[in-house]
């Protein structure tokens, strides 16, 4: 029987939050919070990455790194005109 490949993308959502035990416990702390629009986001609101597959481990165990293709940092223009979706 074959095994499945692991996804090469994966956004969190609130439905699969509790499968990235860092972005939990951001969340638990209110350091990220979801806006309106589902998207999971830093307090100065730079999207959170989507999760991209790295790697995977000779165990089969998938190895996933947040991408940083929306994010921006706290004290930049973006930041500072960024408004939460409502």
Do not use: C
């Amino acid at each position: 029987m074959r095994h499945q490949d692991p996804p090469k993308r994966i956004t969190i959502t609130r439905e699969n939050l509790s499968n990235w035990s860092t972005f939990q416990k951001l969340y638990d702390e209110g350091k990220v919070l979801f806006d309106n629009m589902g998207t999971l986001r830093y307090l100065h609101g730079a999207p959170v990455g989507d999760m991209v597959l790295v790697r995977v481990n000779r165990d089969g165990k998938a190895v996933y790194k947040e991408s940083a293709e929306n994010w921006f940092d706290p004290d930049s223009p973006a930041a500072e005109k960024f408004v939460w979706p409502k």
